[in-house]
């Protein structure tokens, strides 16, 4: 399984709209990527760091979840408008990781 995980870093002056990037960007995340080897959408909302109570490094992390490399590029690669949508809710640069998702026995 692959994963694109899409991580917001929280630094000073950055903004994040979470009511926007859970409503209409995840509206386009539907419209855009199903159908296409999407299998599954997760969010991580940062509430702290390391340690305890520090400030979390990230306003959010946005991973999908699809079964193989060729389908998340073939996905994204028709998708321009979900891309080009972060301005609407992110003020910074995001970071982004496609992962190969290991299982740990």
């Known amino acids: 399984m692959i994963r694109l995980s899409v991580m917001y870093p929280q630094t000073t002056g950055s903004s994040f709209d979470w009511n926007y990037y859970t409503s209409t960007h995840f509206e386009l995340v539907r419209k855009y990527l ?37 389908e998340l590029v073939n996905a994204l690669s028709t998708s321009p408008e979900l891309i080009a949508d972060q301005r609407n809710y992110y003020s910074g640069e995001s970071v982004v990781q496609i992962s190969e998702v290991v299982g740990v026995p």
């Open 34 to 70: 199903s159908g296409k080897g999407l299998l599954r959408t997760e969010v991580d909302k940062g509430v702290a760091g390391f340690p305890p109570g520090a400030p979390a490094p990230y306003h959010a992390i946005g991973h999908l979840f699809f079964s193989t490399l060729d």
